[in-house]
């Protein structure tokens, strides 16, 4: 009987690159369906609960983030690196994988770096516009690099170098709902314009804030709004709601597990510029207002929303200017059909359909590829 592949997926720690992952594990699955996908993910992150309800069996490795700000703090997490990197090294010892994939987030380093260094082949995704620096390194043992943005040979070698998109989250695409239909999901009138805003899946403390501020404005301002705080907000929001009387054009929620209703309500989205809602954005068509945190390695949402902005394909507000601009502008921008229209039009010039498949059938190449050269 043919042995079936064996193949490590890693990486995780936002639902930006859980949603990838677990879609690049469900297209290797429709073309090998015996293939054995094994996840490792950082212990206590949100891939450890996310991965299982997908499936698939993960394993934590005790891998941090470097503390860019407390540099004393980083004696802890080199410790940590060094364990994850012999857990790492075990773990393919013992599942023995044909190919790995890196998705990018804490636990992708330590592992990536083992099995290049065991001679299993890697691929690493790159999800945004500018490479962070654990890709760059994992870059250079790596047999391929799944982009989603033009021009990034400026941080990898170009013969390496595939244009792929970011996978999105399965289940966005294929659901037909109505914008009417959507919106009354929601509680709210579908003969009325409508903004939903998403601050990514840990929530934004600015996006938020300008919300709890701005009741007044949206009152007035004949539009609705759908908003989700994210889990750490809900109650601040909520109670901000209360105190404040009747928003009945408000529906507030910490997560939104129907984003396919969502969008399909929404005239114009305000949003970090995380790559995963940006390629979400890009295949839906979706005129957005990008507001990059500022809490992120190298700044890449600023150059993840640039890249969209330089294309007329979306407006951005920097975060430290969106007390002062964002709510109005989100207001007169759902009044503009001409440019919703072409904000629509030149976002969805730069969708990639079928990222997943894509990056899974090159990643089962590499594996194919591995495993005969080792049966013989």
């Given at each position: ?244 009387g009747k928003l009945p ?9 129907d984003m396919a209703a ?115």
């Amino acid at each position: 009987m043919e042995e079936k592949l064996r193949i490590i997926v890693s990486g995780g720690g936002t639902g930006g690159h859980i949603f990838p992952a677990v879609s690049i594990a469900n297209a290797i699955k429709e073309l090998y369906p015996d293939t054995e996908i094994l996840f490792i993910g950082a212990e206590g992150r949100m891939e450890m609960q996310r991965v299982p309800a997908a499936g698939y069996k993960i394993i934590g490795l005790p891998v941090a983030g470097f503390d860019r700000k407390h540099l004393l703090k980083n004696i802890s997490v080199l410790i940590k690196l060094f364990r994850s990197q012999l857990m790492a090294r075990k773990i393919i010892k013992d599942f023995k994988p044909h190919a790995a994939v890196g998705v990018g987030g804490y636990a992708s380093g330590p592992t990536l770096k083992m099995a290049g260094m065991m001679g299993i082949p890697t691929l690493i995704q790159e999800q945004n516009s500018y490479a962070g620096v654990t890709n760059k390194l994992l870059a250079q043992k790596a047999e391929k690099i799944c982009v989603a943005y033009e021009g990034m040979e400026r941080f990898f070698d170009k013969d390496k170098i595939i244009l792929t998109g970011n996978p999105v989250r399965q289940g966005l695409l294929n659901k037909n709902i109505s914008r009417e239909e959507a919106i009354r999901s929601f509680g709210l009138d579908p003969e009325k314009k409508t903004i939903l805003i998403i601050g990514g899946s840990l929530g934004a403390r600015t996006i938020n804030n300008c919300m709890m501020q701005g009741f007044d404005k949206i009152k007035e301002s004949g539009v609705q709004f759908i908003w989700q705080t994210g889990k750490i907000y809900i109650n601040e929001a909520q109670q901000a709601v209360k105190a404040y009387g009747k928003l009945p054009m408000l529906h507030v929620t910490d997560f939104i597990s129907d984003m396919a209703a969502a969008y399909s309500a929404a005239d114009v989205v305000i949003s970090r510029a995380g790559a995963g809602s940006i390629s979400e954005f890009c295949l839906l068509g979706k005129p957005v207002i990008l507001v990059p945190s500022p809490n992120v390695a190298e700044d890449h949402q600023t150059k993840n929303a640039l890249a969209l902005v330089n294309k007329n394909a979306a407006l951005y507000i920097k975060n430290s200017e969106a007390t002062q601009k964002l709510l109005d502008t989100a207001i007169e921008t759902v009044h503009k059909p001409d440019l919703l229209k072409e904000l629509s039009n030149n976002i969805t010039k730069l969708a990639i359909k079928d990222s997943a498949t894509i990056i899974a059938k090159e990643v089962c190449k590499l594996a194919l590829k591995y495993k005969e050269s080792h049966e013989h």
